[in-house]
C-alpha cells in the first residue's frame, strides 16, 4: 500500500499578476499538494484555477482549486499577493491606507481560520504591511515573514553575475533594509569564491571600477521602474523567491534569505520590519543574523529604518 501523507497545502490571497505567476512556479516546484487561490474577484481566482489545473497533468499531481478563507486551514503557509493600485487623484499615503486596511480584513480572516501556519507578504509597501501583518495577526512574529529584499539581492546577484562573467549563484551579495528606494548594498560582504569583490578583480585580472558598481545598485534598486515602463507589472522573480522562501519553510532548511521580518535591538533599530540575511525553517524566522557592517553601511541601515518608521507613525493601525 501507499505511503499516506498529509496534504501540504499552500493559500494565496490575491491571484493577480504576483499570485497567480506564484501558483505556477509552485506548481512547478513540486514542493505543494494543495494550492488554493482566494481573490476579492472569484472569477479571476477561478480562471487562474482552471488553467493551472490543466497543466497538472503535464508538470505534479496537486490540487488547484478557488477558494474562501476557511480553505487557509491547515495551510502550512498563506502567502498575500492581494493588493490595489494608485488611484488618479490618491496619494501614496492613501493608497498606502487603503491597502492597510485590505490587509486588516484578509490578515483577520486567514489567522481565524488558520492560527498556526505562517504568512508570507509580498503586496507593497512590503516592509510596511508585514509590520502591519505582525501587529494585526497577533502571531509570534516569527510566522510573519515578507518578501522584503529577496528580489532586490536575486537582481543585484544577477547583474554582478554579468559583470564578473559567472554564475549568479556563485555571487554572494545582498541588499538589506527597505525593499525600496532607501535599500543598502552590502559591498563590504560581497564576494565570489570567498574573495571580497575588489580582491576577486586583482586575482583573476577583471577591470573593476567603482561607477561601474554604483551603476549594478542603481539598475537593481530601480529594476522595478524599469520592467514597469516595459511591461506594467513585475512578477516572475518575486514569484521564484516566494517559491524558494516557501521551499526553505516546508524543507526545514535553514537557509539564508534577505526577508522582510520584525526587527527589536540590531543597531538601536527597534520595531519596525526590514530586511536582514535571516535564517528560514520549518518554523518561519529561526534568527536574523548579525552582520559586520562598515559605520557607512550601519548608517545606511538605520536611515531606512528611520524612513520606514516615520511612514509607520503616519499610519492608522
Ligand atoms: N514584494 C515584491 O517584491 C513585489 C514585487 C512585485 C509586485 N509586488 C506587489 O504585489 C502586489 C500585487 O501585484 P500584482 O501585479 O499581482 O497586482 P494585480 O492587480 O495583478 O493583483 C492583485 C489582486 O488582488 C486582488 N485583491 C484586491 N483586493 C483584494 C481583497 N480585499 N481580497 C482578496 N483579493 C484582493 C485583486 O482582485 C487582484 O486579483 C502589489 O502590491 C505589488 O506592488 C510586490
Redesign the pocket.
Given at each position: 500500500m501507499a505511503e499516506h501523507t498529509a496534504p501540504l497545502r499552500i493559500a494565496v490571497?490575491?491571484?493577480?499578476?504576483?499570485?497567480a505567476t506564484f501558483a505556477y512556479a509552485l506548481l512547478m516546484s513540486r514542493l505543494a499538494t494543495e494550492i488554493v487561490l482566494?481573490?476579492?474577484?472569484f472569477a479571476?481566482a477561478e480562471g487562474e484555477a482552471m488553467d493551472l489545473n490543466h497543466s497538472v497533468p503535464l508538470i505534479h499531481h496537486a490540487r488547484i482549486w478557488a477558494g474562501k478563507y476557511e480553505d487557509c486551514a491547515g495551510a502550512a503557509v498563506t502567502v498575500i499577493?492581494?493588493?490595489?493600485?494608485q488611484k488618479p487623484g490618491e496619494t501614496r499615503l492613501d493608497l498606502l491606507q487603503r491597502?492597510t486596511s485590505?490587509l486588516r480584513?484578509?490578515v483577520e480572516s486567514v489567522v481565524q481560520h488558520n492560527p498556526n501556519g505562517i504568512i508570507l507578504v509580498?503586496?507593497?509597501p512590503?516592509d510596511i504591511l508585514t509590520y502591519a501583518a505582525n501587529k494585526i495577526s497577533g502571531l509570534p512574529s516569527q510566522r510573519v515573514i515578507?518578501?522584503?529584499t529577496i528580489?532586490d539581492t536575486a537582481r543585484f546577484r544577477y547583474l554582478l553575475s554579468e559583470y564578473f562573467n559567472v554564475d549568479a549563484r556563485s555571487v554572494h551579495a545582498y541588499i538589506i533594509g527597505e525593499?525600496g528606494d532607501s535599500e543598502v548594498p552590502v559591498w563590504s560582504l560581497a564576494n565570489i569564491a570567498g574573495m571580497e569583490l575588489s580582491e576577486f578583480c586583482v586575482a583573476n585580472g577583471v577591470e573593476c571600477h567603482q561607477a561601474d558598481m554604483e551603476e549594478i545598485f542603481h539598475k537593481t534598486r530601480d529594476a522595478?521602474y524599469q520592467i514597469i515602463e516595459r511591461k506594467g507589472?513585475?512578477?516572475y522573480a518575486?514569484a521564484a523567491?516566494l517559491v524558494r522562501i516557501v521551499e526553505a519553510i516546508l524543507r526545514d532548511q535553514s537557509t539564508v534569505l534577505s526577508v522582510s521580518s520584525y526587527i527589536q535591538d540590531y543597531s538601536g533599530i527597534n520595531d519596525i520590519c526590514l530586511s536582514l540575511p535571516t535564517v528560514i525553517s520549518r518554523n518561519g524566522i529561526e534568527r536574523v543574523l548579525r552582520l559586520s557592517l562598515t559605520p557607512e553601511e550601519t548608517d545606511g541601515l538605520k536611515k531606512s529604518a528611520d524612513l520606514l518608521k516615520s511612514t509607520i507613525e503616519q499610519l492608522k493601525l
Open positions: 490571497v490575491g491571484a493577480g499578476n504576483v499570485g482566494i481573490d476579492a474577484n479571476k499577493t492581494a493588493g490595489s493600485n491597502n485590505i480584513q484578509i509580498a503586496t507593497n512590503v515578507g518578501s522584503g528580489l525593499h522595478a507589472a513585475t512578477y518575486v523567491g
